[in-house]
């Protein structure tokens, strides 16, 4: 299951300690300029941050940084790679996150989901997301995301690794 849904559905401390963070950097504007982002000032949401970057037409998403967090659930790096470069037994799942991205690009809003993700054992991670957007130098098409797989107390244990679902099929180095 893969759905997006409203804000005050969300449970994450995580996300919501994320959203606030980038509201108070709005700072009267729509969406903050990725400058005002400090990452100094976030250093425990780090793990579970990624950066990432939108190229219009054809519309691709661009991931300049993953954090340590989501490479581990992963089982895969995946900074420097597109989203839809990535392969896996949950492609739709690839399919949806675009439009995610895409739905925080065109709209400018920060856009907030959940999915399902199986462990090995069978057990169900509930993960929870975020994408907020953020303009440099005037611009849109950068985003601060997150995803937090912490957020049940049904979740699957700590020690029991989540089904890898995305494969990078090659790997691009960052400027």
């Not at 980038?22 to 000032?41: H, L, N, Y």
């Not at 959940?114 to 098409?141: H, M, N, R």
């Not at 029991?160 to 180095?173: G, K, L, N, S, Y």
Request: glycine fraction near 6%.
């Amino acid at each position: 299951m893969f759905a997006l849904i409203p804000r005050d559905q969300i449970r994450s401390a995580r996300i919501h300690r994320l959203h606030d963070y980038w509201q108070a950097k709005c700072a009267g504007r729509a969406v903050p300029d990725r400058s005002d982002i400090d990452p100094a000032e976030l250093t425990s949401l780090l793990p579970y941050l990624l950066i990432a970057e939108v190229e219009a037409q054809p519309f691709r998403v661009f991931y300049r940084l993953v954090g340590t967090k989501v490479v581990d659930m992963n089982g895969a790096e995946f900074t420097g790679l597109y989203l839809d470069e990535m392969t896996g037994e949950q492609y739709n799942y690839i399919d949806q996150g675009i439009e995610a991205y895409r739905r925080a690009w065109s709209q400018q809003c920060p856009v907030y989901g959940t999915y399902d993700w199986p462990a090995k054992s069978g057990a169900i991670y509930l993960v929870e997301f975020c994408i907020l957007p953020v303009t440099q130098a005037g611009s849109a098409g950068q985003f601060i995301a997150i995803e937090d797989w912490e957020i049940s107390d049904a979740a699957a244990p700590r020690h029991d690794p989540p089904v890898p679902f995305i494969t990078p099929a090659r790997r691009i180095d960052c400027e």
